[in-house]
Nanobody, 128 residues
Framework: QVHVAESGGGLVPSGDSLRLSCAAS????????IGWFRQAPGKEREGVSC????????SYADSVKGRFTISRDIAKKTVYLQMNSLKPEDTAVYYC?????????????????????WGQGTQVTVSS
C-alpha cells in the first residue's frame, strides 16, 4: 500500500521558517520517490523538491534552492521539507506525493505527472 499525508502548514511572517512533514507508508518510503509540490491560487501545481528512495539523492526547484531542504527519517516513516527564509511568493497549498522510482528517473522527479499518489495538501501562508 502506498500512502502519503502531509502536515505542518500555517501562517508565518516573511523571513520565518516552517517545517512540513509527509507521513509515508513503509512501501512508499522504501520504494518510491517522495516529492513536494505546491499550488498557488490561479497557478499550475509545481514541483518543489524530491528525494529518491534508491540513493537518497535530492532535487530542488530553482526558486527554493538554498532555502528549502528535503530530508527523510526512515525510522519515523516521514519525509520533511524544511523551509527557511520564507517569502510571500511561497504562499501555496503544499502537497506530498509518491512516484515509482523508474518513472521519476525517466520523467523527472519534479514533474507532477510522474506521481501517482497524492496527499490532501496543507496550506502555507507567508505574510509580507
Amino acid at each position: 500500500q502506498v500512502h502519503v499525508a502531509e502536515s505542518g502548514g500555517g501562517l508565518v511572517p516573511s523571513g520565518d521558517s516552517l517545517r512540513l512533514s509527509c507521513a509515508a507508508s513503509e512501501v512508499a518510503l522504501n520504494y518510491y520517490t517522495i516529492g513536494w509540490f505546491r499550488q498557488a491560487p490561479g497557478k499550475e501545481r509545481e514541483g518543489v523538491s524530491c528525494i529518491s528512495s534508491r540513493d537518497g539523492s535530492t532535487s530542488y526547484a530553482d526558486s527554493v534552492k538554498g532555502r528549502f531542504t528535503i530530508s527523510r527519517d526512515i525510522a519515523k516513516k516521514t519525509v520533511y521539507l524544511q523551509m527557511n527564509s520564507l517569502k510571500p511568493e511561497d504562499t501555496a497549498v503544499y502537497y506530498c506525493a509518491a512516484a515509482e522510482e523508474v518513472t521519476a528517473q525517466a520523467v523527472g522527479g519534479l514533474r507532477r505527472h510522474a506521481y501517482d499518489y497524492w496527499g490532501q495538501g496543507t496550506q502555507v501562508t507567508v505574510s509580507s
